[in-house]
């Protein structure tokens, strides 16, 4: 997938658009490409995903408030793994994997829960591949819009 439904979180289409915005002609945009004052509204719904390959795992380079929030700790550090157990045998896996591997983008509106104090809640979740040789994917500039908080 390289574009997004057309009913999504407005949020979601503001950082894809702004994603779409830093993006060279050739290849993918990279760290050095995103600017956080340029999204600064949404840096509570904003997470960065350090990507490490064979085997493929994510860490957690920065999360904002309404992550940290909802998780009920911080998470910055933490592999993805133990953030949300069973991630890896999850039917989200294979599309984050493709992501990763192959630089599409990756939406996802589900029910979550990463938090056992929460119940489940419905949020939607947008990885966005980054690639300092704008080719092989390092980082992903990620977004969730939590839309039921119980």
């Keep these: 997938m390289n574009s997004l439904p057309d009913a999504c979180a407005p949020e979601i289409t503001e950082l894809y658009n702004y994603w779409q915005s830093i993006h060279p002609k050739e290849g993918l945009p990279g760290r050095q490409h995103f600017d956080p004052l340029d999204v600064w509204k949404l840096s509570p719904k904003i997470w960065m995903l350090d990507v490490m390959h064979d085997p493929l795992t994510l ?3 920065r999360a904002g408030m309404e992550i940290v929030d909802f998780t009920g700790r911080e998470v910055t550090g933490l592999d993805m ?18 992501a990763a591997e ?9 029910k979550t829960m990463s938090n056992p104090e929460k119940d489940f809640i419905e949020s939607e979740r947008l990885y966005l ?17 939590y839309l039921k908080f119980r």
């Design 59 to 61: 860490t957690v380079r």
């Design 81 to 98: 793994a133990d953030l949300f157990p069973g991630i890896k045998s999850s039917d989200a896996w294979p599309s984050i994997a493709k």
């Design 102 to 110: 192959t630089g599409v983008i990756y939406f996802r509106r589900a």
């Design 129 to 145: 591949p980054l690639a300092a040789n704008g080719r092989d994917v390092d980082m992903f500039l990620n977004i969730t819009v």
